[in-house]
């Protein structure tokens, strides 16, 4: 389908009714959504489809068609679907998530009638201007999936991330003909490195709950970031030691390791830290705070000693390999033991090389 593209010079018309569908003059105006690429025959969410290029008051916003307006065309064909007769795809516009009619206002009015879910049509996808960083971040994903074919949904917040996971998907691909002796396009390049690479770490992180340390992120972004942490020369591999025993300091290892694993096999991508803290109370609540101590699922052990200090704790932390044992520590001491009222003043101690006796 090629688009017939509205002429930029024209100022949108006047206001719309809220009632009828979206113009798609007035979105397309409003995104300086005028770069288009042809992306075939697509089935689209019929919810999707907001308004029309060319019929937009002739139709309500739920797409019903307006009683002052001819019925013929509707008619025939409800009666086309009724006797389950074939019709031809729609032509669509989509602007971003959303849908324009260019041609088929009346099927997609019926199959909507109908409770139909999914409509096949032929769209042309107009790309809104990189003015916002919202928009430059759409941009970049639809560049992402031009080049690779991928169909899954790989949602990064960051610009540039987009870009950073091609040229880890072009590393591969040269990987690939290596190993296989042949040329490997760029899409079968990503859709094994999506397989083999991608999912897996995605899955360790997804099991590791890791998104929920960081809100406004997704599993994308902190893939991202793990895997140019630990795969990409130059970088600093804050993460520390353990994130490289679970992840490995080389993708294509990486890759070969969870090639020989079940998923229920993944390595945990977190770890347990055993902590002491020292603490002065006030000993007139010493009871209390033993008690209110206790309590704390983190805690394993209390002792109330003679000496210097007054009480003396065990704590067993679990943390994410993306986080510092300090960050965690420190949080915790702060949330859970210094807000306690009666406690003076507390010191932490962190276990270098450990000896334990079974029982």
Known sequence: MSPRLPDRSRAPGPRRNPNTVRRFRDVQQAEQAFDYRDRGLLTVPLERIVGSVNRYLDFDRHFRLKPDRPRDRLDAVRRAMEQGRPTRPVDLYQIKDQYFVVDGNHRIAVAKERGFEEISARVVEFLPSAGTRANALYRERAEFVDATGLKAAIELTEIG??????????????????????????????????????????????????????????????????????????????????????????????RRIMASKKEAEYPDMLREITVFVLMNISTKKELQILDRLIAVPEVREVHSVHGSIDIIVKIVLVRSLLSSDAEVISRFVQEKIRHIPGVVSTQTLIPGISRTKED
Do not use: C
């Open 161 to 254: 991330q987009y870009r950073a996971l091609l040229a880890q998907i072009e590393r591969h691909r040269a990987f690939l003909e290596g190993e296989r002796s042949r040329t490997v396009s760029v899409s079968e390049a990503a859709e094994d490195w999506n397989g083999t690479v991608y999912r897996p770490l995605t899955l360790l992180i997804e099991k590791a709950q890791l998104v929920q340390s960081f809100p406004g992120r997704t599993v994308a972004d902190l893939y991202a970031y793990v895997s140019q942490s630990q795969w990409e020369k130059g970088r600093d591999r804050g993460a520390g030691r353990g994130v490289t025993e679970a992840i490995k300091a080389d993708m294509e290892e990486f």
